[in-house]
Structures are given as C-alpha cells and as structure tokens.
C-alpha cells in the first residue's frame, strides 16, 4: 500500500533538497521530491502545509508522563493552597488506598515553601504522596509513613526534635515511588503508556527513547511496555535503568543505565555538586561511584551495550568521566575507535565545564540534554540561581559549547518533568538564558530530529526524510523553519512507521 502525502514544502532535513510530496511504501518512506508526484494507491492532500521529519524525545519516562498527564491541575497549581485543594478533592474521590499526586512544582508560587506535613494530615486519612515534578522528591502525610514500609532505606526527613518533617528524598522517595506503581493494575499502566503516547503523537512526535525506571516502578512497568509497544501511536525503544546486565540482554536491548542515576536534581539539591549549594543543602548525593560505576561502565561496554547513566552536577559529571576515562585507557587504539563509536549517553549533563565537555569530546560520549529545563530553571532569579548562586547558574547547559566542540548532542523532554512537547524545545534553545549559547531553528530542529535518533543509534532511519528511512513525519500548518514563533504549534497529521497515529 503505497501513499502520497502532498503538502506546499517537504523538508528532508538530510542532504536531499525541500521536495513537495512524500511517497510512503508501508513502515518506509520511498521517495521524497518535488513537481509531477508518482502514482500511489491513496493520495494525502495538505494544501498549504510543511512536512518535517517526526521529532525523536531522547528521554521520557511514559507512565509517569501518563500519570502527570491526569494531573496536569497538579503541575499547573499556583500555590501551596491550590495543590492541597487538588489532594483533598482527589482523596474524596472513588477508590481507597493510596492517593498519589504527580508533578507539583513551587517554583513559580507566591510563597514557595511546600506543604508541611501536618496540613497533609489534615486533608485526608488515606495515605497520601505528591511527587514533586523532577522526580525526586515527595512530600507524604503520616498515614502514608505507616501503610510504606520504609524502614531502613535514607531520605525520610526529620526535624531537629526528631519528627517527620513529610518531605522524603532518595532511597525512601524511590521505594514509595515503587508502592504507588504496584498499586496500579496492568490495564491502568498500559492505559498510562498510551495516553502518554497518544499525546507524544498529537505533539508531532514519533520515536521515543524510553527511559525504563524497574526501581521506582518495578520490571512489570517495563513487560507492559514490551507487551504492547507495537500498538502504541509512536516508536517506543526502551533503555533499562538497571546494572543488570544479563536482564538488558535477556530483553533484547542494545542500551542499557539510560536515566540510571548517578546523583540526584538540583530542585532537590541532591545533585552531586563540587561546591554546596548557596541555600545550605550541602553537596549532593551520589547513588553510583568509584569501582562500582568502572565495573557497570566496563562491563556494559565490555558486552557491546551502549552504556548511559543519569548525571547532573559538576561531582556527579566529573565521576562519570573519570569512570569512563579509566574503561577507556585500558583500551588499544582499534578498541578505542569502537568505543567512541558506541556513543556512550550522559543524561542531563547540566553543570558541564568547559573540561568536562573537552574530556566527554575525546571519549566519543554523547550528551542527551533537556533543553526546556533551561526555559523553566535557569537565568536570573529562577531555580538554579537560587540553588547554586548566580555564576554557577550561568555556566549551566551549555548546549553551543557542546556542539562547537564536537560532541554528539541530542535533545528530549525527560517528560513529565518538562511537557512532551518539541517546539518547546526548540524555542528553548532559541533562547537559551546566556545568548552566547542560543541555537538557531534549524540547529534547534536537529537536536530533536536528527540528533536524538543519532543518540539511539537510528540515524539511517529517523530523523530525516529519505528512501529506505522510517516514514515517521509530520505535518504542520506553517513552515516551521520560516515562522517567526513556533511555540505552542500543534500538526496537522503526524505519521509514525506508516500510521497516521494524529490527525487534527
Ligand atoms: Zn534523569
């Protein structure tokens, strides 16, 4: 079954010139080109629109975006007092156990102190948990304390008398991360994956690189995943956080780490940072270090993975060079250029010096950054200036510094953190914080086309329009290379292997 998709510009993003129709052959695209279309079984008319390759998201966690999603009120909470409004309303509602609130962010509000846990206690006797946006905090009442065994594990957080404060970080945010997902049936967590999904579609996405949390939501989150990802409206590929290496292969997977953490966020200082952070959190934490980040690196590699982990602050980047610099130099010259071939992932890579990237150059990694994080926490007065005073926050996400010198950039939304949503991306590199480090749209484009696919090893499918590539594209009211703002800018049809997965 062959289908033309005529539209006013078809740009390629490859070598190939702007065509004006696509010719798809099932999962493939055929030919790209422009005057006299050839013949096709079915024709697509676009009047007036532009097609561009369909966005790649480098990194996004499905079921918790799924769940951010049902709670978009959350997130979009301007106070203190409209998020506890949200919880009691949630914990009166259908169902018993367990009430769980993803994607609250204080950054914004008024009076950025976040609930105490009395005032949690006073909403509601269930059990209740609202996950903070990044993804590494929760804040719980005191019946959400007895019903999660959390005995044992670091991060329940204490006053000076001894009391639970309701504010929870680390291992004990992860295990009730973990008792929040068990919570839910199997239908609930495919439900989740495919709204997250569907909406990626709606966005002008098509590919995915899943970042596979088995500690926070446990391996059944992943089986899910793997049970139906062929039906899901865009191209899931899931990488492991785990150190698991027979599992990785067991699964057929090519990666494995992808978000596994190394240190934690700066929201929540706990980003491993060199210096404490200016509002007196000290300096972070460190979940993967020394010989026990060498030997998962050194293994990964050794077993022909591609090897990724999750690092933010400058400690937490500067350990995982180390690491890879000693896997590295106990290599010979031929195994050296195959290790620089395997691009190696960093995740995040915010607090990067000018060092640290030269030394990421010479080892062939590839850093997969956020850009939106930029537009929500950086510049003057925002969250990371708050967190690391204004010098440190400067230097932060230096996306121009990484391409200039020769790294392999590509970029996601690590969703639900910041929204599926690539044109806010892209408007974030445009304006990134420090001018010296803007993009422009085309460059911006490539990082969420061309470079996340080259990130996962797919750049002969995706990414670019081109015969024998993935027919993953997407049609949008303007030319987006040529208008003037892109922000907000919803397609018209996104096709992702063939399907037509969104239509407005
Ligand atoms: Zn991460």
Redesign the pocket.
């Known amino acids: 079954m062959r289908t033309l998709y005529r539209a006013r510009r078809v740009h390629t993003l490859g070598i190939a010139p702007p065509g004006e129709w696509v010719l798809v052959d099932g999962r493939h695209v055929q030919r790209v080109g422009a005057g006299e279309p050839p013949s096709a079984d079915r024709v697509v008319e676009l009047p007036g629109a532009t097609i561009l390759p369909g966005f790649v998201d480098a990194?996004v966690h499905l079921s918790a975006t799924g769940l951010a999603l049902e709670a978009e009120e959350v997130r979009a909470a301007p106070s203190r007092e409209a998020l506890l409004a949200i919880a009691r309303a949630r914990a009166e509602g259908p169902g018993e156990g367990l009430v769980c609130l993803e994607g609250w962010d204080e950054s914004a509000w008024p009076d950025p102190r976040p609930p105490a846990i009395d005032e949690l206690d006073a909403l509601t006797p269930r059990p209740l948990v609202l996950f903070r946006a990044d993804?590494h905090v929760a804040l719980v009442n005191r019946a959400a304390l007895a019903s999660v065994d959390l005995a044992g594990a670091e991060g329940v957080e204490h006053d000076a008398h001894g009391r639970p404060t309701g504010r929870v970080v680390g291992a004990a945010q992860r295990l009730l991360r973990r008792a929040s997902s068990s919570n839910r049936s199997r239908e609930q967590v495919e439900g989740l994956q495919l709204r997250a999904a569907a909406t990626a579609a709606a966005r002008g996405i098509t590919a995915v690189h899943e970042?596979s949390m088995p500690e926070s939501d446990g391996l059944r989150d992943l089986e899910v995943l793997l049970a139906h990802r062929d039906r899901l409206p865009v191209d899931a590929t899931p990488i492991v956080a785990t150190t698991d290496l027979p599992l990785a292969i067991a699964l057929g997977l090519s990666a494995i780490g992808g978000?596994l953490?190394v240190d934690g966020?700066i929201g929540a200082r706990t980003a491993a940072v060199s210096v404490p952070y200016e509002d007196g959190g000290g300096t972070g934490a460190m979940y993967l270090d020394g010989d026990a980040l060498v030997s998962f690196l050194h293994a990964g590699h050794a077993a022909g993975l591609q090897v990724g982990v999750?690092a933010?602050g400058d400690r937490a980047i500067e350990a995982v060079l180390v690491a890879w610099e000693r896997v590295y130099g106990a290599l010979d010259s031929r195994a050296r250029r195959h290790f620089r071939a395997r691009r190696h992932r960093i995740?995040?890579v915010e607090m990067a010096s000018d060092d640290q990237i030269e030394r990421a150059a010479m080892l062939g990694l590839a850093a997969s950054i956020q850009p939106a994080f930029d537009r929500l926490w950086g510049g003057p007065g925002g969250l990371y200036e708050r967190a690391l005073g204004p010098e440190r926050a400067a230097r932060m996400n230096p996306v121009r510094t990484f391409l200039s010198r020769g790294v392999l950039v590509g970029a996601g939304s690590?969703a639900p953190?910041t929204p599926l949503d690539p044109w806010l991306g892209v408007a974030s590199l445009e304006t990134h914080h420090d001018p010296a480090q803007r993009l422009s749209r085309l460059e911006a484009v490539g990082l969420l086309t061309v470079g996340a696919a080259r990130l996962g090893h797919q750049e002969d499918k995706k990414g670019v329009l081109q015969p024998g590539g993935h027919a993953d594209l997407v049609a949008w009211p303007v030319d987006p290379l040529e208008a003037p703002e892109v922000e907000g800018l919803r397609p018209l049809l996104t096709v992702s292997l063939g399907r037509e997965v969104f239509a407005a």
């Open positions: 990194h993804g970042m978000d953490p966020s999750h933010i995740e995040h690590d953190v």
